[in-house]
């Protein structure tokens, strides 16, 4: 079984400050891991992932996540944070013989100006 | 390219009502997926076809909800007897390959609303 915790249903930061959000996964096989944000009355879209190999991952919009096995994390950084960047962000697993994404309840992220 | 499209963005209908929600995946993209998006909610995984078959429809939460994809293609949700609990945004994703670590890319979505 898999499952996704986002800490932090709610997350405010100024313009320019740090954006740390939140992804803790539990699973059962070697995971894969995604980051999604989804702009208001839009599609998913995908910023970053992790499958193997180099644990820091970079993503579009100057996100960046760190893939932490002994910490079961995945948590989403940017250095800063721009007015653009408001939007829900999702963080998502899947694993060996497990297709389906199982996404956690994702983290609204305001900017501040 | 175009991506993942899905047909009507908003359905209106009455309890008890009959409904059909399309997807249109990008083409090439063997791998078809349905998700769930209540409010405040994340994406909840539906059915996950691969050509025209449904490989994993754990997802469904009961007999009322079904899907086809009769020639690997076009994907079709349907839902019998609509209740106001099926009222969510119903998210459509394809992949290249169906892999696990394939990215999904996903639709914009239709909002169905059970009144």
């Known amino acids: 079984a898999q499952s996704v915790t986002q800490l932090g249903s709610h997350v405010s930061v100024s313009e320019g400050a740090l954006v740390l959000l939140r992804c803790n996964y539990s699973s059962s096989v070697p995971p894969y891991l995604f980051w999604y944000v989804q702009y208001p009355n839009q599609g998913l879209q995908l910023l970053l992932k992790?499958?193997?190999?180099?644990?820091l991952v970079k993503g579009i919009n100057g996100f960046e996540a760190e893939f932490k096995k002994s910490e079961t994390s995945f948590h989403l950084t940017k250095p800063s944070a721009h007015m653009s960047d408001a939007a829900e962000y999702f963080c998502a697993v899947s694993g060996t013989g497990r297709r389906a994404l199982t996404f956690g309840s994702g983290t609204r992220l305001q900017v501040q100006p | 390219g175009a991506g993942v499209s899905q047909t009507p963005s908003n359905k209106v209908t009455e309890k008890g009502k009959y409904v059909e929600l399309r997807c249109d995946p990008i083409s090439g993209h063997t791998a078809l997926y349905w998700y769930r998006q209540s409010l405040g909610q994340g994406p909840e995984f539906l059915i996950y076809?691969?050509?025209?078959?449904?490989?994993?429809d754990s997802g469904l939460p009961n007999d009322r909800f079904f899907a086809v994809r009769p020639e690997g293609s076009v994907s079709t949700l349907k839902i019998q007897r609509t209740e106001r609990g099926d009222s969510a945004v119903y998210l459509c994703?394809?992949?290249?390959?169906?892999?696990?670590?394939?990215?999904?890319?996903f639709g914009p979505g239709t909002r169905l609303t059970v009144l």
């Open positions: 992790y499958t193997t190999g180099a644990t």
């Open positions: 076809f691969q050509g025209t078959g449904a490989a994993d």
């Open positions: 994703a394809s992949s290249n390959r169906g892999a696990s670590e394939d990215t999904q890319y």
